[in-house]
């Protein structure tokens, strides 16, 4: 089993190819397939114990929202075929409440979680979803609309479907 960065893949919107950190444009569609020279994506895999499941290795997209990523499919995962291989990518899960080894407030750029929970502001309830730092050792939240340059969709795949 290789546990080494790979490169495989491609990430499109509106069906051109797009690199990774690109600004979401307002409805547009995402789809990922085959790999385009000078576009392919680097996945490192994660840590799980087998070789099937991987990380971008940066952010996809930037400034795009937990329901932007709703609607898309990617909250619980959307089937693409990536280089002759079947994959589920999808928002990593990252857990409703603060882990014990996280600290807040979240560095760097913030990375949406597929859950979503009731957390509290001035007293009143209101829907948060978790976010997590790039160094992951940082974890908040931000409301599911809420759109920034640093809110990022750092998708996971698993493959074989």
Known sequence: MSFEPRKFGTMCLNGEPVKPGTPYPDNAQVTFGPAVA?????????????AHSFILAEPALVNISWRQLF???????????????????HLPRLH??????????????????????????????????PV?????????????SERAMDLVFMPVIDEGI
């Open 38 to 50: 000078g576009y392919e994506l680097e996945w490192n895999p994660l840590p799980d114990g087998t």
């Open 71 to 89: 609607e898309l499919g990617f909250v619980r995962g959307k089937p693409f075929e990536m280089d002759g291989r079947m994959f589920m990518v």
């Open 96 to 129: 409703t409440k603060k882990p014990s080894w996280a600290s807040t407030p979240v560095e760097g750029p913030r990375i949406w979680g597929q859950e979503t929970f009731i957390g509290f502001q001035d007293g009143k309830p209101v829907q948060q979803c």
């Open 132 to 144: 997590c730092g790039w160094n992951n050792l940082t974890w908040g939240s931000a409301h599911p």
